[in-house]
Nanobody, 127 residues
Framework: QVQLVESGGGLVQAGGSLRLSCAAS????????MGWFRQAPGKEREFVAA????????SYADSVKGRFTISRDNAKNTVYLQMNSMKPEDTAVYYC????????????????????WGQGTQVTVSS
């Protein structure tokens, strides 16, 4: 079992920045590709960003490309999501997720490939 705990959410004005963190309890954090997803009220949970086990590959949803950056620190068992130039449509609960057992360069935007999920952190962007 892997426990994931997100932090760093909050209220920010449009154009501002936030940095989300996700701490993992896994003994072998580097064995997991990691992703961030988000869910706005009344909408499906959607892919935001993913990073490979090594951190060498990343992928982003078109809606956040150029504004958000995903990164990881395997020594600290933590994955980050730096969010810049934020927009009201970024308002959602943000979840991190872990994907076990893939190759070093594997990343996925599909919810079904992720094995473990955090409880989520609320991000609200005011206009």
């Amino acid at each position: 079992q892997v426990q994931l705990v997100e932090s760093g959410g909050g209220l920010v004005q449009a154009g501002g920045s936030l940095r989300l963190s996700c701490a993992a309890s896994a003994r072998t954090f580097s064995a997991y590709a990691m992703g961030w997803f988000r869910q706005a009220p009344g909408k499906e949970r959607e892919f935001v960003a993913a990073v490979s086990r090594s951190g060498g590959r990343t992928s982003y949803a078109d809606s956040v490309k150029g504004r958000f950056t995903i990164s990881r620190d395997n020594a600290k068992n933590t994955v980050y999501l730096q969010m810049n130039s934020m927009k009201p449509e970024d308002t959602a609960v943000y979840y991190c997720a872990a994907d076990l057992g893939r190759s070093m360069h594997w990343i996925s935007s599909a919810r079904a490939t992720y094995d473990y999920w955090g409880q989520g952190t609320q991000v609200t962007v005011s206009s």
